[in-house]
């Protein structure tokens, strides 16, 4: 390393100590602020520098031991003086920037420079993240950690070879869809619980359809009539449907990139049906009213986690049978079938099977739209037997609509 390169590092080490030390000066901390910070990332730093230029290899250790004490011994002295219990944040900042000094002369400055700016954030954004963690109640708690336990703990101990007909059950990859699945629905519970309550009902029920667009619509079926007008339920229920479709591209994108460049212009443009019947239909229902949002639960159990794997692993196979001894016309039936209840299991095991070149990306994304036209069928199901024939009737003309739009492109798109 030439000495122009060990000085670059060097300013660089300053630099990042003097962000973090910035915003603890701004709050007036006592312990270490705009100086110190700098000091002790520089620390960190020279122990690195020197402990390899001299083969001391210890030196770095007992540097971030004689830190450490120093931090201690002011932190018992300000308590004393203080009367008052402190925190250990600005400690454990101070041990992170020693040893992000020590990075930036060893190792990648991109990490070291990400983890300064992850520190200056954290410290920055106290009172936000510490409302929002005081906002969370026991379901989003939970679903986090359930979250943690589907993705951290059974996806690595799941094997990652084939089984079964048509070698088409995968532990690992089936329990890897599971993951994308319980992530998209856990953003979308996330955003729905941030600004859906205050964003309205159509807005609530589009955030809900990222979570669930069958228990957006359960939720919203029952509210029709009460809380809301018929006509806006209706309205809230198709936008909560045409999110579908994001989730749709979302998950192409992840699992069959090839696929969705076919398959991206007529989900596009089956969205943009949607949308423009949602946009009549208000014009249509002008209502004002502020109605509950849809009731929406947790979206990371591990039951729900099991029965979606569950549910995927049998499409799966379901797919590749019916592409041998059907053809196309069985992956149609199919799509038809299994989209009643879910499009995700159709949809990402259709991509699956376009990716290991089974099934054509042109036949594919006609099987998914399919699949999402199906259930539709089955939501205005729901909306009959749970908000009646005044809420059916507004929810039928919206479907049976976009299902007319879907089967002509499923039909005639080039």
Known sequence: MSDTDILYRLALVVGLGMLVGMQRERVDDPLAGFRTFPLIALAGALAALLGKHLELPWLLPAG????????????????????????????????????????????????????????????????????????????????????????????PVLPDQTYGPYDAFNPFETWLMVVLIVALNLGGYVAFRLIGGRGGSLLAGALGGLV????????????????????????????ASTVVLGRVIIELGVVAPALLKAAIFPLAALAVVHLVICAVALLRFSEHQAPETPEIGNPAQLRSAIAFGALYAVVKVLVAAADAWAGDRGLYLLATVAGLTDVDAITLSTGQMVTQGKVGSDLAWRVIVTAVLSNLVFKAGITLTMGGVRLFRPVAVMFGTAIVFGLGIVLFWP
């Open 212 to 239: 669930s667009s069958t228990a957006a619509t359960a939720s919203l079926s029952r509210q029709s009539g009460a809380q809301m007008t018929h006509g806006l339920a209706a309205i809230a229920i198709m936008l």
């Open 64 to 155: 971030l031991l004689a830190v450490t004490a120093t931090l201690v011994g002011g932190s018992l002295v300000l308590a004393r003086t203080s009367g008052e219990p402190r925190g250990m944040t600005t400690e454990m900042a101070a041990l992170v920037m020693y040893l992000v000094g020590a990075q930036v002369v060893g190792g990648e400055l991109l990490v070291a420079a990400s983890i300064s700016g992850a520190v200056a954030v954290l410290l920055h954004f106290k009172a936000g993240l510490h409302g929002l963690v005081d906002r969370l109640t026991e379901t989003d708690v939970k679903a986090v950690m359930q979250f943690v336990l589907i993705t951290l703990i059974i996806l």
